[in-house]
């Protein structure tokens, strides 16, 4: 028996409890894992509090992802005591994820703890901070450097606007930060932001082109500040998209992409290809600073997530949250 967050399905919709529950309720898969850490995304925050048609099949354990050790294992790449990462998958949406003391997988979705990371600090990066990571690997992917101006990070004290603000500091970036909460001022300068501008300027609608300015961005937001972005590209940047806080329209028209040949990059990591990831999590492992974790994390209990789901949906919480689960967290 374990403790698990579990999604049950209403009359009026859907309810989220912690509860107890045996190992024969787990789904399928030829890996059982023991969690130790899971985190509490956007998207789990979604699904625990029902704000979105996130969760596919009933009852479900939320959790996109989750770090831990092999208990159990068919697949011949893993063997007991190894420990493993998931990220993304539907974990969490359609199969049951990492808020629980257990979790059985296929395989093919667990990547290696990269070293130097504890398990611990590989939920601080999570799925937020593995994203960021193809952000910017799709900004270099685009021929964007860092001679050739600012780069802009949108929902900055968020999860994955954290991790990019790091990441593209450290790389030698000039990074600009953009956010709803100019109380964050302090920290997002002390992930290395060299300017923090007001998200307000830019959920407006917009001119078809602006003013140039930025080389390349990474996007969380959407909506009319991923149009307002594109409108102030230079000449051939790359804006790489991977969220949609602000909403699921674009309302932009064509000018940036064919007078001044800006990209718009998709980036997806719920089912990024497994080479892909597995350099996201090398890169991580060289490019982001395990200390720099500690000043994005929060950590709250198995007790607490479903609260803590309200206040993420709110905006109320920064950088990333951890989550505890077994007794490989110690």
């Given at each position: ?5 579990l ?5 009026d ?7 107890t ?18 985190t509490?995304n ?9 704000k979105?048609?996130?969760?596919r099949?009933?009852p479900?354990?939320?959790?996109i ?8 294992s068919?697949?011949p ?7 493993v990462?998931l990220?993304?998958?539907?974990v ?14 296929k395989?093919?979705?667990l990547?290696?703890l ?17 994203t ?5 690997m799709a900004?270099?992917r685009?021929?964007v ?12 004290a968020?999860?994955v606007?954290s ?11 000039q ?13 997002l300068?002390a992930?290395?932001a060299?300017?923090i ?25 959407g ?15 790359t ?5 949609l806080?602000?909403?699921m ?5 064509v ?8 990209t718009?990059a998709?980036?997806d990591?719920?089912m990024c ?5 597995l350099?996201a ?9 395990p ?6 994390t929060?950590e ?31």
């Amino acid at each position: 028996m374990f403790d698990a967050i579990l999604i049950e399905k209403t009359e009026d919709g859907s309810r989220a409890v912690l509860a107890t529950v045996g190992e024969d309720r787990l789904p399928p898969g030829d890996v059982t894992v023991r969690v130790a850490w899971s985190t509490l995304n956007y998207k789990d925050a979604l699904a625990i509090t029902g704000k979105a048609p996130v969760v596919r099949s009933f009852p479900m354990v939320p959790g996109i992802d989750f770090a831990g050790v092999v208990e159990q294992s068919s697949d011949p790449a893993y063997r007991p005591g190894d420990k493993v990462v998931l990220n993304g998958w539907g974990v969490g949406e359609a199969h049951w994820g990492g808020l629980a003391g257990k979790a059985r997988v296929k395989g093919d979705w667990l990547v290696p703890l990269q070293p130097p990371f504890t398990l611990r600090q590989a939920m601080g990066i999570g799925t937020a901070g593995y994203t960021a990571m193809l952000c910017v690997m799709a900004l270099e992917r685009h021929g964007v450097t860092p001679d050739q101006g600012e780069i802009l990070v949108t929902g900055a004290a968020g999860g994955v606007g954290s991790v990019a603000v790091a990441v593209l500091a450290k790389l030698g970036y000039q990074v600009v930060a953009m956010t709803g909460r100019p109380e964050e001022t302090g920290y997002l300068t002390a992930l290395g932001a060299r300017e923090i501008i007001d998200r307000a300027t830019y959920t407006q609608p917009g001119k078809p082109l602006a003013r140039e300015r930025w080389a390349g961005a990474v996007d969380v937001v959407g909506g009319h500040v991923l149009a307002n972005v594109c409108a102030a590209m230079k000449y051939r940047g790359t804006v790489a998209a991977c969220g949609l806080a602000g909403g699921m329209t674009l309302p932009t028209t064509v000018a940036p992409f064919i007078l001044r040949g800006v990209t718009l990059a998709g980036v997806d990591s719920v089912m990024c290809p497994r080479p892909e990831r597995l350099e996201a999590w090398r890169r991580l492992a060289r490019d982001l600073d395990p200390a720099t974790l500690e000043g994005l994390t929060t950590e709250v209990a198995m007790a607490d997530v479903i609260p803590a789901a309200e206040r993420l949906v709110a905006g109320q919480i920064r950088g990333r949250i951890i989550v505890p689960v077994g007794p490989d967290a110690a």
